[in-house]
């Protein structure tokens, strides 16, 4: 167990709609950083947030939103989901923003968009 | 665009063999290098990590290798067992700017060991 919690871990829904995928980091963790990883593309970064705000965005879609709250949670929701979508999405978590130590992947959502 | 590219795409190794995996990357300001080994439904997990400032860095059977002129880096899996079956992501990132702490994955490398 990383000691990064993601839920839920498989989920399969319709395209055009919407889901909420959720990450607990590491006790102590203030950073959280949201990966997509797929076939064609790898794994790409999505978004980072740090303390509750928003640090750094990466490759990620206006569809594609997501926030961290007081208690360092996060959430990554999707919407008007298409079948490009589906994918393994992962959260990490380390312990300040831009620490190289300590990143530490959760086990991943695995979405599928049928 | 790619910022880090990996090869091989897949590798097959008999157990004892030595495992080597290569990455290249473009960037000279990336300055923190980790690889990262993930077992089937799993996350990625932090197998070894070096800085521009060594040419090498050995943890147990794990080697990376790294040439800043030529901007490559290498892992190298000596004794490989069975149990190193996974897939192999060599990552690269730099600690300045808005990008703090994003990390620029290879494409991967599956490693099969056979027994």
């Known amino acids: 167990d990383s000691g990064v919690t993601q839920t839920p871990k498989h989920l399969i829904t319709a395209t055009g709609q919407r889901v909420t995928l959720r990450c607990s980091p590491r006790?102590?963790?203030?950073?959280v950083y949201w990966y997509q990883q797929s076939l064609d593309q790898g794994l790409q970064f999505l978004i980072q947030y740090y303390n509750g705000e928003e640090r750094a965005k990466g490759n990620i879609l206006e569809r594609f939103s997501a926030q961290q709250f007081p208690d360092l949670h996060s959430e990554l929701n999707l919407s008007s989901l298409e079948l490009g979508d589906s994918a393994l999405y992962f959260c990490?978590?380390?312990?300040?923003?831009?620490?190289?130590?300590?990143?530490?992947f959760g086990s991943g959502t695995r979405l599928t968009v049928v | 665009q790619q910022q880090v590219k990996q090869s091989p795409q897949s590798l097959i190794v008999q157990k004892g063999g030595i495992s080597i995996i290569n990455c290249a990357y473009e960037n000279t300001a990336f300055d923190y290098f980790p690889w990262y080994q993930q077992f089937p439904g799993k996350g990625p997990a932090l197998l070894i990590a070096i800085r521009p400032d060594v040419s090498e860095k050995k943890e147990g059977r794990f080697t990376i290798s790294f040439n800043k002129s030529a901007k490559q880096f290498s892992l190298h899996i000596m004794d490989s067992q069975p149990g190193d079956s996974a897939t192999y992501f060599c990552?690269?990132?730099?600690?300045?700017?808005?990008?703090?702490?994003?990390?620029?994955f290879g494409r991967g490398t599956q490693l099969t060991v056979w027994p």
């Open positions: 990552a690269a990132t730099y600690d300045r700017g808005s990008t703090l702490g994003r990390l620029y």
């Open positions: 006790s102590g963790d203030l950073s």
């Open positions: 990490a978590s380390s312990l300040t923003w831009g620490s190289n130590y300590g990143y530490t």
